[in-house]
């Protein structure tokens, strides 16, 4: 499962968002994602939330890797013309690693439509409406996107590559209209109706022209280090209902300690458990697998030391030290100096260590 994060702007300025991300960028988060509203309490915050596309062009020209994306853009927001030309912008600035994320939006005279009434934007009454309005927002897309577009077309920015369209879901209806026409969805993670949304996507896109087209599931909740765990509860039922993608939501300010430190987290419950189905299995694969991905995670694109160099290392030190009984092996993580300041086999400064709290099992392991 991809995991990815979304600050937010009513709550932090420009200077704490753009490190945020890099910060996310550094950790190895696959996109982060910005909100679309103008006014900051809508979202508990204040004065200092940023148009949406403004954000994303900023942050294009501060990050290099990272994915960016919009969750969502209300498409009563802006002419569907004009949102799409934005998009395309982003694209262009970011060097193709935007996804634009659309949504139907609130209905009127409700705390969600506020920032529209001061605004004078008109929002449809009906559920119906504002579905359609979302289909009409698609067929602008692919009118001012398309390759074979009409001459009067021809000096408006197109975007290459064509960037994903998902769409942010809350209902059955709209998880089957994204389904046959967009390249995936976005529910909330605790949606009462989650299974059935998801269930009517992968449903409806079986059964569209676009089924052999990738289509991504993703879900969000909040942000919680826990969730870094492959192995969570939650995680393996969203899983299990056919998402691929996590959305970390950071309403508050970020814990940027937290954002550095994510894939860092360890589970040791699961680590027992890999470890021991590694070893039944007479292979260490799980095991390289572990240790290059939670005991080492790097700082730079600089080349790692080789897998095999680093669990020579490992074995090395948990044959020869005490340590807490996993099954039939025991097992002892190593101290932090022999895999993080080995110079011989890992330069100081390359790699950053976790928490010195994940490094050891709970004593009932």
């Not at 991809?2 to 550094?26: F, H, K």
């Not at 009563?76 to 600035?93: C, E, H």
């Not at 000096?155 to 046959?180: K, M, T």
Request: with cysteine; aromatic share 6%; glycine share 8%.
């Amino acid at each position: 499962m991809i995991v990815d994060i979304q600050v937010n702007p009513a709550t932090e300025r420009w200077e704490a968002l753009r490190d945020g991300v890099l910060a996310a960028e550094e950790a190895g988060f696959g996109t982060a994602w910005v909100f679309d509203h103008f006014a900051g309490d809508v979202l508990r915050g204040g004065p200092t939330m940023i148009e949406c596309f403004t954000l994303l062009g900023a942050l294009a020209a501060s990050t290099t890797r990272i994915g960016l994306g919009t969750l969502v853009v209300n498409v009563a927001n802006r002419n569907p013309g004009v949102m799409a030309l934005s998009a395309a912008g982003v694209q262009q600035l970011s060097g193709g690693r935007f996804t634009l994320g659309i949504g139907a939006g609130a209905a009127p005279n409700t705390p969600w439509s506020a920032e529209h009434r001061a605004l004078g934007l008109h929002l449809e009454p009906t559920v119906a409406a504002r579905h359609a309005r979302l289909a009409a927002a698609l067929d602008e897309i692919d009118r001012l996107w398309a390759v074979d577009r009409a001459d009067e077309l021809a000096n408006f920015l197109r975007p290459e590559p064509r960037p994903p369209v998902i769409v942010g879901v809350n209902s059955v209806g709209l998880a089957r209209l994204a389904a046959e026409r967009t390249d995936g969805i976005n529910v909330r993670a605790g949606h009462d109706q989650l299974g059935q949304i998801l269930a009517a996507a992968h449903e409806s896109r079986a059964a569209s022209t676009r089924a052999e087209r990738p289509f991504d599931i993703s879900v969000w909740d909040w942000f919680d280090p826990d969730l870094a765990d492959p192995e969570h509860p939650s995680r393996l039922a969203w899983e299990s209902q056919g998402a691929d993608r996590l959305v970390l939501v950071c309403l508050q300010p970020h814990d940027r300690r937290a954002v550095v430190d994510f894939f860092a987290e360890m589970n040791f419950s699961s680590c027992a458990a890999r470890v021991r189905s590694s070893r039944k299995r007479g292979s260490d694969t799980a095991i390289r697998a572990f240790v290059r991905s939670r005991m080492l995670r790097p700082r730079s694109s600089a080349t790692p030391c080789s897998v095999t160099t680093m669990s020579t290392v490992f074995f090395t030190v948990v044959t020869t030290s005490p340590g807490a009984s996993w099954g039939t092996m025991r097992v002892t993580l190593p101290p932090l100096a022999v895999l993080c300041s080995t110079t011989k086999l890992c330069p100081p400064g390359l790699y950053a260590a976790p928490r010195a709290k994940s490094l050891w099992p709970p004593d009932d392991e």
